[in-house]
Every structure is written in C-alpha cells, then in structure tokens.
C-alpha cells in the first residue's frame, strides 16, 4: 500500500462536501480547528452549496473533489461530513491522479465510499472524525486525526469486553461503515478481506437490517477469512414492534461463532463522540486478551 506523505505546518489542505449539505454557522469553528494544526485550508467552490439533501448537485460535489485531487498544492482532502452521496460521484471524477500523486482523504461513514475507493487503487487514507462533528467530539478524537495527518500514529487501548475473542493478529486495516460495506458487495471497489482486520461500525439502523448484512458478507465469503474483526460504535439501534431478541453486538457474535479470528467489540471508531483516528490500508497489531484490547501499528 502507497501511504501520502504525512502532512507538516504550513501544509494546504481542502474541505469538501461529498454527500449531504452542511451548515455554514458551523464552517468558522471547523476551519479554526483545522488552522490551530498549523494548516491552510482551501474551501471547496461548492462547500455552501444545496440541491435537495446534498451539498449541491453531484457535477458541483464532484468537481470540488477532482479540483482537490488535481490540485498539486493541496496535501490532504478532508471531507465535511456524510450523510448520503459520495456513491454518486464515484463515476464523475478521476481519481488516477491519486497513484502517481497521493495525498490523504479523511472521513467515515458515507465516505467509506472512497476509503474503498482508494484501498482497490492500494493508496492509504484516514478514518478519522469530520469537522460537522467537532463540537461534540472528545479531544483525543480530535487531536487523533491531527496526528494521523502528521504521521504520529498512536496506539489505541479499549477496556475488557464480555463478547471479546482473544487473540493476537497482524494484517491490513481495511472496512468502515457496515451500509457502505454491504452496499459495495459485488460491485468494482468491493473489498479483499482475506487476512485482512476488518473494522465495521454502523449508526441508526434496524437490528434486522445488522442481521441481514452480516449474513450476506458471511455468505458472500467475507467473513471466513478474516485476520480479525473490530467492531467500533453500533449506535441508535432500531427495533421492530416485536423485538429482533439480541442487540447489534449480540447479533455479530452469533454470526461469526464458527470462527477463531480475534474479536474486540466497543471499539471507540464510528458515530461516536470518541471516535478515534485509524490508516486504512496500513498493517496494524491487535492483541485482544482478559485485560482489554490493543490496536497499534507494526
């Protein structure tokens, strides 16, 4: 896997919106934060802008991010927020420029779109927090993804979970949100999870819908061969009327019971207020034991 080069004072980067429209009342304190790491910023010329649900049309959110990849000065692309969206894009821009150029693209949720996106072309980027979520991150959240920019990685300790399988595994970070994931399936930036640590983590959706996912990455092959499995925040669970019967975490345990990879649940990753900062596509240890969970870079 290609990795950027780590940002340094002074360093240019952009601020785009992919998916949904954001909240111009929140952009000063974003781009402040941003500018206190020692960064310029550059705004997307469609940042503000507003078709329906998104950040304006897809031909405008598509040319503030081909207009950030072409852009020789600009050393990471930092995107605002998810939402829905930055599927829709994936066919209007170029992203060849990358390989020959790389540079970091930050984000989760729906922007595990280009995460994919990025792993199939083997260029690593950065899970991290969003600006629309800055206000209520935590501080190690925040300061997390400054320091993946500047390339000071640090390891990430969770407590003891009851539904943890110990264990220790080397591999490839690789995943994201599980509806992008499950989206993905089948397509051309689908995912290679063999020997892989997949990392999921999800927000606001029905119990049966979990369900239903895992057993088609399960069925699709996904799941077998795993290195390890991270699951991150499973956030604003749904239910039916008639109770599903098992909550999120529950539901994974079932599905994966056959197998003896590592397992560490709670992982502080997603839409969460600690949500901290991982390289995808980067080779990563997680040790996984009585004590609670580890997960550093080799």
């Given at each position: 896997m290609t990795a950027p080069p780590h940002l340094k004072s002074g360093d240019l980067v952009a601020l785009v919106a992919t998916a949904r429209f954001i909240?111009?009342?929140?952009?000063?304190?974003?781009?402040?934060?941003i500018k206190s790491w020692g960064l310029k910023v550059s705004q997307g010329d469609n940042?503000?802008?507003?078709?329906d649900q998104f950040a304006g049309t897809d031909t405008e959110r598509a040319s503030d991010l081909q207009k950030a990849i072409n852009d020789s000065e600009i050393r990471a692309i930092?995107?605002?927020?998810?939402?829905?969206g930055s599927i829709r894009l994936l066919d209007l821009v170029d992203f060849s420029g990358l390989i020959t150029s790389p540079k970091w693209i930050c984000g989760y949720s729906d922007i595990t779109v280009f995460h994919s996106q990025l792993n199939k072309l083997r260029?690593?980027?950065?899970?991290?927090?969003?600006?629309?979520?800055f206000e209520t991150?935590?501080?190690?959240?925040?300061?997390?993804?400054r320091q993946a920019l500047f390339g000071n990685t640090m390891e990430i300790i969770t407590e003891h979970h009851d539904l943890n399988r110990y264990g220790s595994v080397k591999g490839e970070l690789i995943g994201g949100n599980l509806s992008i994931l499950h989206n993905l399936s089948g397509t051309d930036i689908d995912l290679d999870t063999k020997g892989k640590i997949l990392v999921i983590e999800d927000l606001d959706e029905y119990l049966y819908h979990i369900d239903r996912m895992l057993?088609?990455?399960?069925?699709?092959?996904?799941?077998?061969?795993?290195?390890?499995?991270?699951?991150?925040?499973?956030?604003?669970?749904n239910d039916n009327?008639?109770?599903?019967?098992?909550?999120?975490?529950e539901i994974i345990?079932?599905?994966?019971?056959?197998?003896?990879?590592?397992?560490?649940?709670?992982?502080?990753?997603?839409?969460?207020?600690?949500?901290r900062s991982v390289i995808l596509g980067e080779q990563y240890n997680l040790d996984v034991s009585k004590h609670g969970s580890t997960l550093r870079v080799t």
């Amino acid at each position: 896997m290609t990795a950027p080069p780590h940002l340094k004072s002074g360093d240019l980067v952009a601020l785009v919106a992919t998916a949904r429209f954001i909240d111009p009342e929140q952009l000063k304190n974003s781009i402040a934060q941003i500018k206190s790491w020692g960064l310029k910023v550059s705004q997307g010329d469609n940042l503000t802008s507003v078709s329906d649900q998104f950040a304006g049309t897809d031909t405008e959110r598509a040319s503030d991010l081909q207009k950030a990849i072409n852009d020789s000065e600009i050393r990471a692309i930092i995107c605002y927020r998810g939402g829905y969206g930055s599927i829709r894009l994936l066919d209007l821009v170029d992203f060849s420029g990358l390989i020959t150029s790389p540079k970091w693209i930050c984000g989760y949720s729906d922007i595990t779109v280009f995460h994919s996106q990025l792993n199939k072309l083997r260029i690593k980027s950065i899970h991290s927090t969003m600006p629309v979520n800055f206000e209520t991150n935590t501080k190690e959240a925040i300061d997390s993804m400054r320091q993946a920019l500047f390339g000071n990685t640090m390891e990430i300790i969770t407590e003891h979970h009851d539904l943890n399988r110990y264990g220790s595994v080397k591999g490839e970070l690789i995943g994201g949100n599980l509806s992008i994931l499950h989206n993905l399936s089948g397509t051309d930036i689908d995912l290679d999870t063999k020997g892989k640590i997949l990392v999921i983590e999800d927000l606001d959706e029905y119990l049966y819908h979990i369900d239903r996912m895992l057993h088609n990455l399960n069925r699709s092959g996904k799941l077998q061969h795993l290195a390890g499995l991270i699951v991150g925040g499973m956030t604003e669970m749904n239910d039916n009327d008639i109770p599903f019967g098992k909550g999120a975490n529950e539901i994974i345990a079932e599905i994966i019971a056959e197998y003896n990879f590592p397992v560490c649940y709670n992982f502080p990753i997603g839409h969460i207020t600690d949500n901290r900062s991982v390289i995808l596509g980067e080779q990563y240890n997680l040790d996984v034991s009585k004590h609670g969970s580890t997960l550093r870079v080799t």
